[in-house]
């Protein structure tokens, strides 16, 4: 399970001062650091991959030439640039391009689009909500040893998100920011949308040769409401589902507009199907902090379904919001349901934390329910080993429940940890 923008460095020099610069003129030059994308240099390369990497030109300039060098360079660069970066579209390469105004309606040009014979793909760009985050997708092509590769707009599946940039990482190319705005790409064919994709722009695309329709001017109001009807028309099972709206919730919630959360409280409804609920809960944990938080501790109070609510608790595992973890922990202590306290007993032993280990300690003494307890022992082994393991061979050596002593010496003898080893041979040899 859901864009980061590059900048160039600002490296212009500046000369310490005006009596150094008289002393020598071979101290009164400054380098003036241009970026410059491969596809500059050479446009064979271009035709290849759009802009994997950004190189530097420096050019060697004395003070006083260095206005002229830069509206030099910047009027070469805005002129090689218009293909690319003036429309929006991110590293999308070999497709076949046409710029469209949205101006009017997003709904009205897609349908002009899904009228169209054969398939073709829309794009547009919305603002993001805040946040380090990297979306590519699984498949890549590997083109280079120093990166990732190139994602296949067609035949490319699943959506990689990161929180923050696996490439710089490995020397390849480096995200000095955050991004603030992501990509969101649609196939329409048959007058239907058959597929929806969300990107950084960071992330490079083959096209392979399809038509993309680039849509500038789209208002983020108009993306919400589209999106959100390619939500509520999916049916229950199906590519419509799996291909479009759980991609389409994905884009609902990555919106930096308080409006989205609206549209996600519309989704969780106890009328909406399960599968929509469920799916939403993990999204609203992930990307919309306090309001998102707040949404999915009514749905732990509000939620007819166990199995929708035990999603609540994933969802409430990945907030950062502290009013998060508040409500994973009295979920765990307090739910009705023994399924869903397990599962919220599990997802605070993947948070650890002082507050969780007194959380699934006190479980597993004072749970009414063995399945709980053995749960909350299960908790307990995925704990860093230096908490979990003295912990579990307590309960092994003290806890009045035999299942759940059992259940202690089996996720001992899973650890692999020398202590356990030694538990087990003081257990055997009676010490």
């Not at 920011?177 to 992330?203: H, K, N, Q, S």
């Not at 994973?328 to 650890?352: E, I, N, P, Y």
């Not at 959380?359 to 307890?373: F, H, L, S």
């Not at 393991?389 to 059992?406: F, Q, S």
């Amino acid at each position: 399970m859901i864009a980061q923008r590059e900048h160039g460095a600002d490296r212009d020099h500046r000369e310490k001062s005006a009596t150094e610069d008289t002393k020598t003129q071979s101290r009164n030059r400054s380098f003036l650091s241009v970026p410059v994308s491969p596809w500059l240099t050479s446009a064979t390369e271009h035709t290849k991959t759009q802009s994997r990497t950004q190189s530097f030109l420096r050019v060697s300039v004395s003070p006083w030439l260095t206005s002229s060098v830069v509206s030099c360079w910047l009027g070469v660069l805005l002129a090689a640039c218009l293909s690319t970066t003036a429309s929006g579209q991110g590293r999308i390469s070999n497709a076949k391009t046409e710029t469209r105004s949205a101006a009017q309606g997003l709904e009205r040009e897609v349908r002009a689009v899904a009228a169209r014979s054969g398939a073709t793909w829309i794009g547009y760009r919305m603002p993001m909500v805040a946040g380090p985050r990297q979306m590519c997708c699984f498949d890549t092509i590997s083109t280079t040893d120093a990166c990732c590769g190139v994602c296949r707009l067609e035949r490319g599946g699943g959506v990689s998100m990161s929180r923050g940039d696996d490439r710089d990482r490995r020397g390849s190319r480096i995200t000095l920011e955050p991004p603030t705005e992501f990509l969101i790409l649609a196939r329409l064919e048959g007058g239907a949308v058959g597929r929806v994709r969300t990107f950084t722009p960071d992330c490079d695309i083959d096209a392979t040769d399809m038509p993309l329709v680039w849509l500038n001017d789209v208002k983020p109001d108009d993306s919400l409401a589209w999106l959100a009807s390619l939500v509520t028309a999916a049916s229950d099972a199906g590519d419509g589902r799996e291909r479009v709206a759980k991609t389409a919730i994905a884009a609902i919630a990555l919106h930096n507009l308080p409006a989205a959360d609206r549209i996600l409280e519309g989704f969780v409804a106890p009328a909406r199907p399960e599968w929509l609920r469920g799916d939403t809960a993990f999204w609203l944990g992930s990307e919309r902090g306090d309001a998102g938080a707040r949404l999915l501790a009514r749905m732990l109070t509000q939620d007819p379904s166990d199995k929708v609510r035990e999603k609540v608790t994933f969802g409430l595992s990945v907030s950062k919001v502290p009013a998060a973890l508040t409500a994973l922990v009295a979920t765990a202590r307090d739910d009705r349901s023994t399924k869903v306290r397990s599962q919220a007993l599990f997802w605070l032993a993947q948070k650890a934390g002082k507050e969780a280990v007194a959380v699934i300690t006190g479980a597993i003494d004072n749970d009414p329910d063995t399945e709980v307890k053995k749960n909350a022992v299960f908790a307990l082994s995925q704990l860093p080993k230096d908490e979990g393991v003295p912990r579990l061979m307590d309960v092994a050596r003290n806890n009045r429940n035999p299942e759940v002593r059992k259940q202690a010496m089996f996720w001992l003898g899973q650890s692999h940890d020398p202590r356990a080893v030694k538990f087990f041979e003081d257990i055997l040899l009676k010490k």
